[in-house]
């Protein structure tokens, strides 16, 4: 238990016309990297952890939480042992096991033996129940099995996914750009794959075929990953979901998930995204009419949705640095998501004159 974690807000602005919230229309969440926690809400730092990145305990954290799936990354150590880290050096997301003081020099992953990454380092976290070794890819892989989690796998490396076959079936999602490894994948798997494209070369868009094309030649289930926003245009995304691919965006930043949400996109990869599970009741409600501003009460762990419906223009805004503009020239309705620690943030809306907007907020206590 986290013993000083006052508040996880999550702030959602979606269609509503009851007293609970209903999110049949929101993506997906999977959780970026597992479910981890920053020391600073205002920022939502990847430089400073109370839960870390790539961690068994953001495993544990996501199924407390709701999300259906993490993201790990998998590289290969000095003698070859798969382990979990996003960068290539392990400085960010690590400290020295004693006092946990900053590592000087870079420490590489694919330089260093796995023996010395266990021995030496811990993951960086304000608290030292969370102070975890660097993970093994299998360990990473069997914490989700035991919590019922299915991993979407950012991983290039072919072997990985032998690995993952082995102890999950086709109980996992595969995650790569490149080519060749995603054809070798779906000989051994029937899993769903997502292929990561990014912006072509001297171009601002993306004929969908181009999408297709590749995503066909990989065969079975498929879909793409993107942090280029041309991937979640509204026509990109009505094009996939006619053919039956998914379309995950992929850590888009404030304001542009909104865009994906509105455009179409089916899952949505975030830091900070969360969707309330089926059967979960709020324990605080309340209304703003026209303008106004909302803090949450303090919990241990907490989550908060905002459903926002109007005319006109109008900004909301999430602990004064999350800026949503909304424009609807009639009566429209939104949905956003950001996940909050360490305190209840406040919610502001602001409509424009001649605007009229009303937002619901609901406080959910996560047990």
């Not at 794959?193 to 868009?205: Q, V």
């Not at 990869?269 to 026209?290: A, H, Y």
Request: hydrophobic share 35%; charged share 30%.
């Amino acid at each position: 238990m986290i013993k000083r974690l006052t508040v996880f807000i999550v702030a959602a602005l979606a269609a509503c016309s009851c007293a609970t919230t209903r999110f049949s229309d929101y993506p997906t969440v999977f959780a970026h990297r597992g479910c981890w926690l920053s020391e600073d809400s205002q920022t939502i730092s990847r430089e400073s952890f109370l839960v870390p990145e790539n961690s068994l305990s953001g495993v544990r954290m996501a199924v407390r939480f709701g999300y259906p799936s993490i993201e790990c990354d998998v590289r290969w150590t000095k003698d070859s042992v798969l382990v979990c880290m996003h960068d290539g050096t392990i400085n960010r997301t690590m400290r020295l096991k004693e006092g946990q003081k900053p590592i000087e020099g870079k420490v590489r992953v694919n330089e260093t033996d796995f023996k010395t990454l266990r021995d030496k380092y811990r993951l960086q976290s304000s608290e030292e129940q969370y102070r975890e070794q660097i993970p093994t890819f299998e360990e990473m892989l069997l914490e989700c099995k035991k919590c019922g989690i299915k991993p979407i796998l950012h991983c290039d490396i072919y072997e990985g996914y032998e690995v993952a076959k082995r102890i999950l079936g086709d109980e996992f999602y595969g995650f790569t750009s490149n080519y060749e490894v995603a054809t070798k994948l779906r000989k051994i798997s029937d899993c769903l794959i997502f292929f990561s494209m990014d912006k072509p070369k001297g171009r601002d868009t993306i004929e969908p075929k181009e999408i297709l094309d590749r995503l066909e030649g990989i065969g079975g289930r498929t879909g793409v990953s993107s942090m280029w926003y041309g991937m979640t245009t509204k026509n990109v995304c009505e094009v996939l979901k006619a053919t039956g691919h998914e379309n995950q965006s992929s850590i888009f930043p404030t304001p542009h998930e909104m865009d994906a949400v509105r455009n179409g996109a089916t899952i949505l990869l975030s830091d900070f995204c969360w969707k309330p599970s089926k059967g979960m009741s709020p324990i605080v409600t309340e209304t703003i009419r026209k303008s106004g501003s909302f803090k949450g009460p303090k919990l241990e762990l907490g989550a908060m949705t905002v459903v926002v419906e109007g005319t006109g223009d109008c900004e909301v805004t999430i602990d004064g640095f999350r800026k949503y503009p909304i424009s609807h020239k009639k009566a429209g309705k939104e949905m956003l998501s950001v996940r909050f620690c360490r305190r209840a943030p406040e919610v502001e809306i602001k409509p424009a004159e001649g605007a009229s907007y009303k937002c619901r907020i609901a406080v959910y206590e996560i047990k």
